[in-house]
């Protein structure tokens, strides 16, 4: 075949633009030795999309294959697909399966913000819908440069419209996520989206092309130009001052479009039709095909002329390398193919049979009869570059880790603490989100137990018996850069604590990996010791990690982001009505603070706000501790003896204090730890949760508490709401809660001109 294949656009002595397409010289080296002979162009397209960094996480591959390492059954939860797939599957009894995944659209939403962070919504639900399940919620965890900069209110606005418009359109919660601002962002914000879904046992599908004469069929929207090259292209280069020096097109979303094509697969999946199915992402059709063909038992050939089109000038190479959004492809038997395109006629979805499983080893498409690509399946999708980049602790670590946050000045009493804290609540990390939050729709289907500004999103699963999910995404970046060993584990008790504040328990990870270039060994470092932390930690708290998404090349010229391994856990409650809530809710209940109190102020935001300081060693972490606080919470919930509780995390005890007052307009009145009154407040140590709970409930709270070894100690009692709520801080300072309310509303609307 090799003699007969044809470049249909480039006569072969033309010296071919790899460089231009992305591709280093020996990976087209390696290329023509695979092929044994020039690639047509064509095949250069396929392979330099699906060989970039974002498609086939050619510096990341040696790393990530240690989370192999951890077991795919724990004493939490069973996984029933994992990584390698479209997405992770868990079982969570009674029959039912969840599956989600977070991953990243970051250059995309620096480029065209609205639909850069729409289309990132647009895939990830389709990565789910591929699995078998149902989409019930997304999440958004994202970042930001100085909420004062110029270029932050270029991006915020349109990012935030993105993420709420597609996922309002297609009638998704959003239930959770973040909103964090640091200059290192700046010119390179973050956008990572995750989606949960839900199915039966016997719902699951995987993505794999078998049985010869199986017909090829690719539904949805027609092909257009937009997105070639996309995310595949813009996730694989650093941005300088101007961005790429070759931008892409964007990809451009339809959400009423992808409506339609869940609910036609949906009913697709249920009609029993489908043998494999795969999701058109990142590297479009070429992606797709030689996946399904590469996870089969045999080949493929595709008629790639019988593609819709939107474009009719769009060459063959611009079809393959196009990112359009709201397609899919199917291997379906040949005696269900009309069934098939029956279902997508009664949703008004375009269908097209443009192939079949064949019973060779290769995957072939022809273009007006003409055969432009011949290669094995698996070159392209699996086997491409993989590279071991050298790596090196920065050598200005240990100098940045010796410059602490403990000699720094502290309040010199009440008055001034009060100061801080106001100054505190309004800054952009700790300030309110909901000019954000308020942009989704949190509780559209009816099934959202909670959402933002709870500390975990939390979805009903099953009307009948009330079994529900848990999600909550976390990420300290400031943190990671002073040990992302440990800032990585920090991530993950964060949102393991998160979750388990809620009630349920926590079973399961995916993460989402944003780091700067990997060609810079300081950089790889901090990947490296990332990967080491999650895995070390997610062995000693028995979670399986379910897959996820590396995104590299986050830098604007020299400047990377701060390490920032988003980390999302997954728990299930057995039954949602049973959960537990973040705000205080009842007065004259009392307030008591779990785990231990120290004076470590490193890499918190008060260093930051106070100071603009980043030194010394974020947190110490005991993870054997967080599961022990884990159980408390869970089984508090069960037996329903709280009223509240919340994680406290950035802008420790006073934020937390803080968010439950105003959650539902409760005063408080607390005396602070045993601990220097500034660190009593602001300091950021790990493992700690405030809770409220009835006098009547002290002694049996605290019985369950000395049985799993957490220290608890009463910190005061929840007063009055209404006009006169006020904070009161023992021997230091009262505050009125509508001036604390003011401050910490004020911050976003006003640097965003609303």
């Not at 309310?741 to 965003?752: F, G, K, M, N």
């Amino acid at each position: 075949m090799a003699d007969t294949v044809r470049d249909a656009q480039h006569d072969p002595d033309t010296a071919q633009p790899w460089a231009e397409l992305g591709l280093k010289p020996d990976e087209y080296d390696r290329i023509r030795e695979i092929l044994g002979r020039r690639p047509t162009s064509c095949e250069l397209a396929m392979y330099s999309v699906m060989w970039s960094e974002h498609c086939s996480y050619k510096s990341s591959k040696v790393h990530l294959r240690r989370f192999g390492e951890l077991p795919q059954e724990t004493s939490a939860g069973k996984l029933l697909a994992g990584i390698g797939e479209n997405a992770g599957v868990i079982d969570i009894g009674q029959g039912w399966a969840v599956t989600f995944k977070v991953e990243s659209h970051n250059h995309p939403s620096y480029v065209e913000p609205y639909q850069g962070a729409a289309t990132g919504v647009g895939g990830i639900v389709r990565d789910i819908l591929a699995m078998g399940a149902r989409p019930v919620a997304v999440m958004d965890p994202l970042r930001f440069g100085p909420l004062d900069a110029p270029d932050t209110a270029r991006v915020l606005p349109g990012i935030v419209a993105g993420v709420g418009g597609y996922g309002n359109c297609l009638g998704l919660p959003n239930i959770g996520g973040e909103a964090v601002f640091d200059k290192t962002y700046a010119g390179n914000p973050l956008v990572n989206a995750l989606c949960v879904g839900v199915m039966r046992h016997e719902d699951l599908h995987l993505a794999h092309a078998t049985g010869v004469g199986n017909k090829v069929i690719l539904y949805g929207a027609a092909t257009g130009g937009d997105g070639i090259g996309g995310v595949s292209v813009l996730a694989s280069e650093t941005f300088d001052e101007t961005g790429p020096s070759k931008r892409p097109s964007v990809q451009v979303g339809d959400p009423f479009t992808e409506k339609l094509l869940i609910e036609c697969t949906l009913e697709i999946f249920a009609a029993g039709l489908v043998h494999g199915i795969q999701d058109l992402g990142g590297a479009g059709l070429s992606c797709a095909t030689s996946e399904l063909a590469s996870a089969g038992d045999g080949g493929m050939r595709v008629e790639l002329d019988l593609v819709p089109l939107r474009d009719s000038s769009l060459a063959p190479e611009e079809i393959l390398m196009s990112e359009s959004q709201e397609r899919m492809m199917a291997v379906v038997e040949p005696d269900k193919v009309d069934a098939f395109l029956d279902i997508c006629r009664k949703w008004d979805v375009q269908a097209t049979v443009i192939g079949e499983v064949t019973d060779g080893d290769r995957l072939q498409i022809d273009w007006h009869g003409e055969t432009v690509v011949d290669v094995p399946p698996r070159t392209v999708a699996h086997d491409g570059p993989v590279y071991e980049r050298p790596y090196a602790r920065p050598a200005g670590l240990d100098a940045v880790q010796a410059r602490t946050a403990d000699v720094l000045p502290r309040a010199a009493g009440g008055d001034e603490l009060a100061n801080q804290l106001l100054t505190m609540v309004a800054s952009p990390n700790l300030a309110d989100k909901s000019w954000i939050t308020d942009q989704y729709d949190r509780y559209v289907r009816g099934d959202s137990v909670l959402a933002q500004p709870e500390d975990a999103g939390m979805i009903r699963i099953d009307e009948g018996t009330g079994l529900g999910v848990a999600l909550s995404t976390d990420c300290n970046g400031r943190f990671c850069f002073l040990d992302p060993y440990e800032g990585a584990k920090l991530a993950l008790a964060e949102a393991y604590r998160n979750v388990a504040v809620s009630g349920a328990r926590p079973m399961a990870i995916t993460d989402c990996l944003n780091f700067g270039s990997p060609e810079d060994p300081s950089v790889m470092w901090q990947f490296v010791e990332s990967i080491r932390g999650l895995v070390d930690g997610c062995r000693e708290l028995g979670l399986p990690v379910t897959g996820g998404n590396v995104s590299f090349y986050n830098q604007t010229g020299e400047t990377a982001i701060l390490p920032t391994p988003v980390v999302g856990v997954l728990g299930v409650i057995d039954d949602v009505a049973l959960r537990t809530p973040s705000g205080f809710a009842t007065e004259g209940d009392v307030v008591w603070l779990l785990g231990d109190n120290t004076e470590e102020m490193s890499g918190s935001v008060w260093a930051d706000v106070f100071h603009d300081h980043l030194g010394g060693r974020p947190p110490a972490l005991d993870l054997d501790h967080e599961q022990r606080l884990a159980e408390v919470l869970v089984t508090a919930s069960r037996r329903q003896l709280l009223s509240s509780a919340h994680d406290l995390a950035d802008g420790g005890l006073a934020q937390a204090v803080v968010e439950s007052m105003l959650r539902h307009g409760f005063g408080a009145t607390v005396e602070l730890p045993a601990v220097e009154p500034t660190a009593a407040l602001f300091a950021e140590s790990s493992g700690r949760v405030l809770v409220s709970l009835s006098a009547d409930g002290q002694d049996a709270f605290g019985e369950l508490c000395a049985q799993h070894g957490i220290r608890a100690q009463r910190l005061g009692e929840v007063t009055a709401a209404g006009a006169d709520a006020e904070l009161v801080v023992r021997d230091q300072f009262s505050l009125p809660l509508a001036e604390i309310r003011s401050a910490w509303q004020a911050t976003i609307p006003a640097a965003l001109g609303d």
